[in-house]
């Protein structure tokens, strides 16, 4: 309903919608803990932000445990998500308190390029 309000609102360009969890669940269900977390792979939803939606991202081995095409990582979806804000992950660092410049993202993380 949100996307669907936004779109009906013509905010779809500058709004993005970010559904994400931290974990996934493990691919095979254990006796004594049911599914736990599994950080080896997880979901996300990603609507609005002017970017191109509608479709799947990167897949997983058949039980879900790996990733099989196109792994996407954190720091691509946070360099996405500065990207929609109009901020250049590539120029743009944040200073720490002994003076020293950081880059908003890891290891030159950049955009997710199916998105932009």
Request: no cysteine.
């Amino acid at each position: 309903a949100l996307v669907e309000d936004l779109h009906q609102r013509g905010l779809d360009k500058d709004v993005t919608v970010l559904v994400w969890g931290e974990f996934g669940r493990t691919p095979i269900i254990s006796k004594q803990t049911g599914r736990d977390h599994w950080p080896r792979v997880a979901m996300a939803l990603l609507a609005g932000g002017g970017m191109p939606n509608g479709q799947v991202i990167g897949s997983t081995d058949r039980l879900g445990g790996e990733a099989d095409s196109r792994p996407v990582t954190f720091p691509e979806v946070f360099a996405t998500l500065y990207r929609n804000l109009g901020i250049d992950v590539n120029t743009t660092t944040i200073t720490d308190t002994k003076g020293r410049p950081h880059y908003l993202v890891e290891n030159g993380a950049q955009p997710i390029r199916e998105l932009i």
